[in-house]
């Protein structure tokens, strides 16, 4: 690179998961004519990584978005031909659904979009398998298999009791949760809350599956949420 920084780039590239020694010349120089330094240390190792899945988007504890995308995060630049040659999404059928793939610049994310909309509340299973090689050749040596389940139909989730929370001075927060991630552009409009709550705030969970409704609540007050 420059007179004080030495690239090596091996050719052939080398194998992966396996440890090299790599030792420097005594003899060699800076160009002023000074010698290394004997005391110095010339002697090193390392271990060359091999090609890993680090993750997998949605994760097990998420459901599977309609009209995806899932994302597969690896340890290494991969080879994109390669990967999309070896990733397989199936049905409840066996059968591979088409679709988009992408990576980012580092070729070290792939993001997979199916070309139509899933079906609701369906598992899907999610396959790299074994083989798909690095940008260097080498392969991935454990394949992965997983599931992942779409979103069923959007309702109120029967699973999570509506609770209202007071903490001081007539100040409380209601949350409602639901089956599917809310529209976040239309969901202040769409809830109306009678009689009016002063202070009123509307705002959503982090992953955008709840309504919370907080401000001053009158006691011994029934309202109502449409």
Known sequence: LNTHTYLFTP?????GGIAYDLQINDALSALSGAALDPEQQLDFSFTTTKPDVLSISPSQEDRLSLDGPIMIGFNIAMDP???EAHF???STGGNSISGRFEWDDSNKKLSFTPSEILERNTSYTIRLRAGAESLGGLPL??????TRRTHPAFSVD???TPEFISYYSQFGNYQI?????IDVEIFRSALRVTPE???KNVYLSND????????YFQPETQYTLV
């Open 197 to 199: 709550v002063s202070a």
């Open 11 to 15: 050719d052939p590239t080398m194998g």
């Open 88 to 90: 397989d999404l199936l």
């Open 141 to 146: 040596e454990t394949g992965v298999e997983t």
């Open 158 to 160: 029967p699973q999570i």
């Open 208 to 215: 955008n599956t709840s309504i919370n409704l907080s401000g």
């Open 177 to 181: 949760g639901f089956t599917n991630p």
């Open 81 to 83: 031909d390669s990967v």
